[in-house]
């Protein structure tokens, strides 16, 4: 049980880490596009791999996938048009400064309705396997370090206190690490079609998020060279998936 506690922490970790690294290096626009691009294409994998095609495989064709993506996407979107709308009524700053905290909000609101999902799943593999799976640990913590740099660096361009974002990516990491506590003690005994809905509710998330805020931020900011190095992003965490 205290492991799966410990996993969800170290999985999480990479968001202080992501954190730190973007508040403490001069990152441009560009290059911070480019690690949008790279993190994209890890996402991709993650969702292609160790969510939706698990979640196929142990909802056994009743409809939890479809389901699970559905509502995974409706719920981001939601809570993205309902956050924005908040937003646009109480700010008076610059237009670049809503900019910024928009994309910041989105993209700490993926990291959130991605990280729940998944911390939940890997609780699950410990109870599965007696052990963490490998391959989503390290896809989850790839992916949560570029995540967390542009999410960082838009907060702070926005005005967010640098000490809070650190905080608040602290208490991430640690709630990350009780929902995979959690997993291992409710999805122990949960149905597969309950497994397949929580997977496949994370991958629906997470493709409106790349949809709707990274890639295209990746692109604006990046240049063309953010195709190529999303591919880069896809294939090292395909390349962990497959070797594990």
């Not at 292609?48 to 056994?60: G, H, I, M």
């Not at 939601?78 to 909000?105: F, H, K, P, W, Y």
């Amino acid at each position: 049980m205290g492991e799966a506690f410990v996993w969800g922490i170290v999985a999480g970790s990479s968001l202080v880490l992501g954190g730190i690294i973007g508040l403490r290096l001069s990152i441009s626009p560009r290059l911070l596009g480019l690690i949008m691009a790279f993190g994209s294409g890890v996402l991709i994998s993650a969702v292609a791999y160790e969510l939706v095609d698990e979640a196929f495989t142990t909802s056994a064709g009743d409809g939890g996938v479809a389901l699970g993506l559905l509502a995974g996407s409706a719920v981001f979107f939601a809570c993205e048009v309902m956050i924005e709308r908040l937003r646009t009524r109480r700010s008076s700053n610059a237009i670049d400064t809503q900019a910024s905290g928009a994309v910041g909000g989105a993209l700490v609101l993926g990291i959130i309705l991605d990280g729940i999902p998944e911390s939940l799943v890997l609780g699950l593999t410990v109870v599965e396997a007696g052990t963490v799976s490998v391959a989503l640990l390290v896809a989850v913590f790839i992916a949560n370090i570029p995540e967390s740099i542009a999410a960082t660096v838009a907060l702070a361009r926005a005005g967010r206190n640098t000490t809070r974002i650190i905080r608040f990516w602290v208490l991430v990491a640690i709630g990350f690490g009780v929902t995979s506590l959690a997993g291992y003690v409710v999805l122990d005994t949960a149905s597969p079609r309950t497994v397949a809905i929580v997977l496949a509710f994370a991958g629906g998330a997470v493709l409106t998020m790349l949809a709707n805020t990274m890639m295209p931020e990746a692109l604006h900011q990046g240049g063309k060279l953010a195709g190529f190095v999303t591919t880069v992003g896809f294939a090292l965490a395909f390349a962990i998936s497959a070797v594990h």
